[in-house]
């Protein structure tokens, strides 16, 4: 096969890659500085200037980033030992409890949030149970609605990593006179910090971005996703698009990229990390 | 003994998340069997939700829609998926690097993100927000799963039998058809199965890329959630969990499924 013909062969590849992912991401950057009226298309810094200095906006964005924050702390502190203890149990118990793990992560995200939305809401178990007192509404709720959400897609990758520890490195720890603290120390959790570190990028990233779960479980707290979710769809007008929609999706596709390449930089080996086993 | 008791704490601690990862859905299917019409009550157990699903048309049609969009897509998907991991399995290390990086912006990427740039997109070049769009949009996040799944099959290929394919006279096409294609096969089919489940289980892209007159499912009952949710959604989410399940089952019995969402971070 000639030169010419392999490259044509590979061109309607970069044509779908160029026109579905790179194309649709400028578009963000597009709408973020140009204004489309019907008087022609015109150039302004306007609405960047307004996501980096409007209160409101500032206060979604350090808000959210509050929520996501937390929410990863929370499932790193149940998760790191839930994934500990499940790789330390027997073959078949182990296949068995990692399905179940699995499980719920294939349920629909809305349809696990309406279930959650359903024990905490006026009617909900949970409510009744509390006496009355109802987590709907509060900042607890969309706190454990991220860690009800995400818990498993941290659990996922860490566990991986745990099961692929060789069990001579453990035992050989072990020979030395090491304790368990010693071995976990020194053996197993250098050996998940890139496991840990995918699954810290999987909950985080989807918790800063997310607007479902607040818009269910507490629809007063502003986050930046329910600010853009606002702008185009539920408070969108039948002009067109909002330039302020625009330029705040910009930033949040930003700080999407920084948190992927702080990730990235922790977690240079690419290869090792656990990632999710279907 | 000390390893007992240790024991005993480690399955409580699982027992205990599990229980707080379970009980919203448990809870869910179990007022799917409520007499009663709300959640208010438990007074008895019926299964008059699931008959009143034959009336909700519009969860129903939401539902068609679903399955539509989703056999579709990943039906588009699988193809190109497959397709482009041959092309990329050939590549010098270098393009390989920089094409998959970016083939896999969309599984990296926050889902709204993704979203409202296909939206913008769609937007921007003038074309309507509907069926199209979304299936363009599921097409588009499916792509890099399917190829994920398909590249490493195509790694494992032994080029000695597809040369000795050829050596006994067979044409390229039925060499490639023979001894390629049953190799591969089982990476195209777990990637084809994951790309409907991703399918089925999107809601942020479908939302910001349907427009307002075609509904998936998820858009759906998200709209629904504005108002009193009627029971016949626990009940229509409980029988789409015991689906997932079946898939779930089914994919995890095909070794190669297994890796696929690997590279997500």
Not at chain 2, 166 to 176: E, I, V
Request: aromatic share 12%.
């Amino acid at each position: 096969m000639t030169r010419i013909t392999k490259t044509l062969k590979n061109i309607p590849l970069y044509v779908w890659i160029i026109l579905f992912t790179i194309v649709p991401l400028v578009m963000i950057f597009v709408y973020a500085v140009f204004e489309f009226r019907p008087d022609g298309v015109h150039f302004t810094l306007e609405h960047l200037k307004y996501v980096f200095t409007d209160k409101q906006v500032l206060q979604a964005e350090l808000r959210s980033l509050n929520y996501a924050f937390i929410s990863t702390v929370i499932c790193l502190l149940l998760g790191y030992p839930l994934a500990y203890f499940l790789s330390r149990l027997s073959e078949r118990m182990r296949s068995f409890l990692s399905i179940l793990l699995l499980l719920p992560m294939w349920m629909n995200f809305i349809i696990r949030t309406y279930a959650m939305l359903s024990l905490i809401d006026e009617e909900g178990i949970v409510t009744r149970i509390l006496g009355g007192t109802m987590l709907k509404g509060t900042d607890a709720a969309i706190i454990i609605g991220m860690v009800y959400n995400f818990l498993p897609f941290l659990v996922l990758p860490i566990y991986t990593s745990m099961t692929k520890i060789d069990k001579n490195l453990i035992e050989a720890a072990q020979d030395l006179g090491g304790n368990t603290f010693h071995v976990f120390k020194g053996v197993i959790f250098p050996l998940t910090v890139p496991g840990v570190v995918s699954g810290i990028t999987m909950v985080f990233v989807p918790c800063v971005t997310t607007f479902v779960i607040p818009q269910l479980l507490n629809n007063n707290a502003w986050t930046i996703g329910k600010l853009i979710e606002f702008k185009f769809i539920s408070g969108a007008s039948a002009e067109g698009v909002d330039p302020d929609g625009g330029a705040l999706s910009f930033i949040l596709m930003v700080l999407v990229f920084i948190c992927m390449s702080i990730f990235n930089l922790i977690d240079k080996d690419d290869e090792s990390a656990g990632g999710m086993t279907l | 003994m000390k390893n007992d008791k240790s024991l005993i704490f480690k399955i409580l601690y699982i027992a205990v998340i599990m229980i707080f990862l379970y009980a919203p859905i448990v809870v869910m299917i179990l007022y799917s069997f409520n007499a009663g019409a709300t959640r208010a009550k438990f007074t008895g157990i019926s299964l008059v939700h699931y008959a009143e699903l034959a009336d909700q048309s519009e969860l129903l049609n939401a539902l068609k829609n679903t399955l539509i969009v989703a056999l579709i897509a990943s039906v588009i998907a699988t193809l190109i998926g497959t397709y482009a991991a041959f092309v990329i399995a050939r590549l010098s290390p270098f393009r390989k690097n920089v094409v998959l990086k970016t083939l896999n912006i969309p599984m990296l990427n926050a889902d709204i993100v993704t979203g409202i740039s296909l939206m913008l997109f769609f937007v921007f070049v003038s074309i309507p927000l509907g069926f199209f769009t979304l299936l363009i949009a599921h097409v588009m996040f499916n792509v890099p799963y399917v190829t994920m799944s398909v590249l490493p099959k195509i790694r494992q290929l032994n080029k000695s039998t597809y040369e000795a394919a050829l050596d006994l006279g067979a044409s390229p096409a039925l060499a490639f058809r023979k001894v390629v294609f049953p190799e591969i096969l089982p990476g195209i089919i777990s990637g084809a199965l994951l790309a409907f489940t991703l399918s089925l289980d999107d809601f942020i892209i479908s939302y910001f890329t349907s427009g307002s007159d075609f509904m998936t499912l998820s858009v759906c009952i998200n709209s629904m959630t504005k108002k009193t949710i009627p029971l016949a959604v626990n009940a229509l989410s409980t029988i789409l969990f015991v689906v997932v399940f079946v898939i779930l089952v089914i994919v995890n019995f095909r070794p190669a499924g297994k890796k696929a969402r690997a590279d997500q971070a």
